[in-house]
């Protein structure tokens, strides 16, 4: 999704821009451009790629930039190519914006400007954002601003600046993240805190219909009507460092070496005396009994968590639980009653398509639960109950840690849910946390097998298609795994029920298909060989993932490579079967010299549908 960062300092705002830019890099992106006042006009540069071009174009016009206010943007295209033209900032000679987001009425409202004689050059929705300024500005921006956004339907974040107001920058957004972050003589506007953290950790979110002025030693927060609004204070709770690769090649391999601390700082506070507890988060007992039914719904990685977590809480504490992506739920009309519980999951916490399930359940007045990772995110804030995670900043594209502790996190809800249930009693409840307790040595133990696994990926490199079998719980994990694999190395895989392959598909199953086998639930353990040995007579090659002990029950010739886990109780499997798909899914796309950090057509934030 696009990054966009307003600056007005002491400081050269090409730099500072430029800068933030770079960190808001995995946000997924094609092109970049910015604007700045020099010498009472408004200076804008773009270029399409990567943001060293934008750099590189920068220092050839050093002289006209020169400025201590500006704005910034890269662009992830939605209407129109990626392109010079089509990069932001779109401007007047009145005016120049930023826009992250989809102008959904644009078309209708590119016709009324039309109609006004106002000539459109780009292939983009956002441009109309910089006309209809240019339309309603007589000289004061909070005005034009206000009647503006109530025009725009859809989702945007902007940064704004006019040309007779050059020492400030504005701001205004509905869907899409916007923060005003406050620093010593200079003040930014950004997509999120992570792009100015090197120059402060503190910050403003901003609502819908609040209107940003920032300027070197002010900040203004104003309601559409122009009146004050005071704002709590946000303190980032991760610094530059934690936000960077700290050593490691990519911050992919950084994250998943920080799953154990990650779990850790996620389930310690939610943990007392060996039993799961919610206080932490304003949630009790009494508010967890009421509930006969949880849905479940989130999108990619976040609704695979979701789908452990419907495994665990029907095993465990036997409530029903319906999982769904959240691009299905928000238009299927779900059946929902008041005895239900709404749960989103989310690492950014601005996933469009789970906020708007999270919208329709209130709509509902049906109780919402949200799981992020991004403290005062869009989803954050319009949820009746959150569990933050604390897995840190997640910079690379593809989920590892966010992902492992949403997971703990259902662990410790199904567990909890089982005691106000009475399906546990106390001592019961205590051992499966002592177990959960356990996970990250248990995930560390795993990483230490990435040599072995770096060999199977690099065995396989060649494939052009992979399947992921599993059953139960297994299945669950092979979800995540060939996500992983198909976003980080581009290899078509096919995650698949076990028992249901034969209903068709084992049709695609030739000679020398890679075939990964999770095989670790004791319960489902021999239909799960049998249903491999059926691959395995199609000339497959399997890849196992079992433990030392289930090892013993399959016959070598069946085994063409194996991965063996640790030896923990068959329901928290996950915890050491994911971090070998993650870990595969790195070194493939190393291997195969794929961007295993910002991956080709994904963006970290879906903000649009
Ligand atoms: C995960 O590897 C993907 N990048 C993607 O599926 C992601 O999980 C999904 O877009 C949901 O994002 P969220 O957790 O921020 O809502």
């Given at each position: 999704m696009c990054g966009i960062i307003g600056y007005a300092g002491e400081l050269q705002a090409p730099d500072v821009i430029i800068d933030g830019l770079k960190k808001l890099e995995y946000r997924g992106y094609d092109s970049a451009g910015l604007s700045v006042f020099n010498n009472g006009e408004i200076k804008t540069i773009k270029s399409i790629g990567r943001i060293i071009n934008l750099e590189e174009l920068k220092n050839k016009n050093q002289d006209e930039l020169i400025s201590n206010v500006g704005i910034g943007h890269t662009r992830w295209a939605t209407h129109g190519k990626p392109s010079e033209k089509n990069a932001h900032p779109h401007f007047t000679d009145k005016v120049s914006i930023v826009h992250n987001g989809i102008i959904e009425n644009y078309l209708k409202l590119k016709k009324c400007l039309e109609e006004k004689n106002y000539v459109f050059e780009t292939e983009t929705d956002s441009e109309i954002v910089a006309k209809l300024l240019d339309y309603y500005y007589q000289g004061d921006p909070i005005q034009a601003i206000s009647k503006v956004i109530s025009r725009l339907e859809g989702a945007f974040a902007l940064a704004i600046m006019f040309k007779d107001q050059p020492q400030k920058i504005y701001g205004a957004r509905k869907e899409c993240p916007l923060i005003v972050a406050l620093g010593e003589n200079q003040n930014f506007i950004a997509s999120d805190i992570n792009a100015v953290l090197e120059y402060t950790n503190k910050y403003y979110n901003i609502d819908y219909q609040e209107i940003i002025e920032i300027s070197k030693d002010s900040v203004e927060i104003l309601d559409i009507d122009g009146n004050k609004i005071k704002k709590q204070i946000n303190i980032a709770n991760w610094n530059v460092a934690a936000a960077q690769k700290c050593g490691y090649e990519h911050f992919m391999l950084k994250e998943i070496n920080e799953q154990p601390q990650a779990i850790n700082s996620t389930i310690s506070p939610r943990i007392i005396d060996f039993l799961p507890d919610f206080n932490y988060d304003n949630i009790d007992s009494d508010y967890l009994k009421k509930f006969n039914k949880i849905f479940i719904v989130a999108c990619g990685t976040a609704m695979y968590a979701g789908m452990v977590g419907k495994d665990l809480i029907e095993k465990i504490a036997r409530v029903p639980v319906e999982v769904d992506v959240a691009s299905e739920f928000r238009y299927r009309d779900p059946i929902l009653t008041k005895q239900d519980l709404l749960i989103v999951i989310s690492q950014s916490g601005e996933t469009a398509d789970t906020l708007a399930a999270l919208r329709l359940a209130k709509s509902k007045q049906i109780e919402t639960l949200a799981i992020v990772n991004v403290v005062g995110s869009s989803i954050a804030r319009e949820a009746d109950k959150v569990i933050t995670t604390f897995a840190g900043p997640e910079i690379a594209v593809a989920s590892t840690k966010a992902y492992i502790v949403q997971v703990a996190v259902m662990y410790l809800l199904s567990i909890k849910l089982a005691l106000v249930n009475q399906k546990l009693d106390k001592n019961q409840a205590r051992e499966y946390i002592k177990i959960l307790m356990q996970m990250p040595e248990a995930i560390s133990d795993v990483i230490g097998l990435s040599d072995n696994i770096k060999n199977i990926a690099t065995k396989y490199q060649n494939t052009k298609d992979m399947f992921f079998l599993g059953r139960g719980l297994d299945f669950a994990t092979c979800l995540e795994g060939s996500l992983k694999l198909k976003e980080i190395s581009y290899i078509c895989c096919q995650p698949y029920q076990a028992g249901e392959l034969k209903h068709g598909t084992i049709s695609l199953i030739t000679d020398n298909i890679p075939v990964v086998c999770v095989a670790t639930q004791t319960n489902l353990f021999d239909k799960m060989i049998?249903?491999?040995?059926?691959?395995?007579?199609?000339?497959?090659?399997?890849?196992?993932?079992?433990?030392?002990?289930?090892?013993?029950?399959?016959?070598?010739?069946?085994?063409?490579?194996?991965?063996?886990?640790?030896?923990?109780?068959?329901?928290?499997?996950?915890?050491?079967?994911?971090?070998?798909?993650?870990?595969?899914?790195?070194?493939?796309?190393?291997?195969?010299?794929?961007?295993?950090?910002?991956?080709?057509?994904?963006?970290?934030?879906?903000?649009?549908?």
């Open positions: 049998s249903n491999i040995k059926e691959v395995k007579a199609r000339g497959a090659k399997t890849i196992f993932l079992t433990t030392p002990e289930l090892e013993t029950k399959i016959e070598k010739e069946i085994i063409d490579d194996i991965i063996l886990l640790p030896c923990i109780k068959d329901i928290f499997m996950p915890f050491v079967i994911v971090p070998v798909f993650q870990l595969m899914a790195y070194h493939m796309g190393i291997i195969k010299d794929c961007d295993v950090d910002k991956p080709r057509n994904l963006a970290k934030s879906v903000t649009v549908e």
